[in-house]
């Protein structure tokens, strides 16, 4: 039974049966209670779909629950929109910040503030003594264009509790940070919960719950499935298992069977608003070799990927896959390149249906137009069948699923559309630990199979588990070079920082 109106008084936040059908009948949540104490940090955990982000929303106040009822400090509330939410002390920091780049940390922040009365004054005098009391340090005058992503979250923070939240909803906080800035992070949170702050933590990092979470609340499809007040005692493993089962262990690929050159990058040099990102940049991948390029988001990786799979022109240097010259992205489809972006908004197109986005992607790709309904109502099924895809039918708008299901819908196209040279970047952003599991042990089997793959990612587990050999980016440049045996985090951290 849950807990009487007396026990929801002790809880920053208590949720009470709450149920979430959206419009198009999906059942997100099915009476899930979840309570927050006061200075604790909870981490919500659960694969890809299992409605971790419906909770969020209705807690602060983005979408309405179906029935249910929240408590905050014991008081029933219903909020209009997030703004009720923010008045009441509940934050959200989004895993893509909400700050304008073009303005300055200061301007940011006061737009924040004035929208709950303050003044400009005011609000620089909250902010300067909310960094201090966190230890943080703050350039108000800094354009956010300018800032690296750990200082950006940290504006976010600084801005949040100078806006009175007590309650912080932090949405995979480290998908972004180097592993330096991460470790600052986990440092803040401690000095929050000595505030009284209360977090929820939403991450796939299982590692990173056991070292800061105080508690965890488990959800499976839509349904709380544990609650584990004591997460000291608990380990990875035990995590992996409550979310999901058992997972398949990596598979494992014998180095070697290298075969002829399928990307051969020579002395590229590309500028973006005259700019130059990247600077004088060589590097091959071989068939069978699967290649990691790793480094902290933008240090050139973006713009050198898109001269690969040939969206941009450098200004200096030759691209060519299996010995063909690259100077249109069809030059690259056609020489048998694959793409998966880590960014999805980048290649879907929210509005429209799953098979229709198929139908894009193949086009984008072969410029083959899939027009037969039959035809992508199969590779829909192929995608269910072969990568679990979770979605109410072919013809439900991509927009709508989980983050992690719209991953799916990239990486499989492609799979399924098949390719010699895959470029993937980020290819498990936003995927759950099985989910991701699966993505590589995929990779590893392609390239056994004698693919190549260039892996641009911002996660060192990724590119230290798969990588046959690892260029490291920095400032646009290749600052080293490291084979898979010789490859640690601490001598890949230091590449990225120089
Ligand atoms: N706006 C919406 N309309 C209809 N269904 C939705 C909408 N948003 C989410 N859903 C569905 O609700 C379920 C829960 O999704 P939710 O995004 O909350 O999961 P999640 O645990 O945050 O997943 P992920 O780890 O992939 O981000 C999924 O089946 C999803 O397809």
Redesign the pocket.
Known sequence: MGENASGNAGHAVAMRGIVKV?P?G?K?LDNVDFTLRAGEVHALL?E???????LMRILYGEIKPTMGEIYVWGRKVSWRGPWDAIRNGIAMVYQQFRLVESMTVEENIAIYLSSLGLGRSEARRRTLETAERLGLEIDLAKTVADLPMGARQRVEIIKALSGGAKVLILDEPTSNLTPLEAEKLFSTLRLLKDMGVSVVYITHKLGEVVRVADRVTV?RRGRVSAVIEDVGRTSEEELARLMVGTLPPPTPRPPGKVGRELLSVRGVSVVVDGVERVREVSLEVREGEIVGIAGVAGNGQEELVDAIIGLRRPVRGSIEVQGRRIEGSLDFYRAGGGYIAGDRGKVLAMDYSVAENIAFLYYTASKTLLLRRSRLEDLFRRLVERFRL?ARSPWTPVG??????QQKVIVGSEVLRGFKLLVAVNPTQ?L?IATTSFVRNLLSELARQGAGILLVSTDLDEILELSDRIYVMSGGRVTGVLERSQATPEKLGVLMGA
Do not use: C, E, F, I
């Open positions: 959206y198009d999906v997100a659960g890809n779909g299992a409605g971790k982000t419906t959800l979770v709508r699923l989980s983050g992690g299901n936003g759950d």
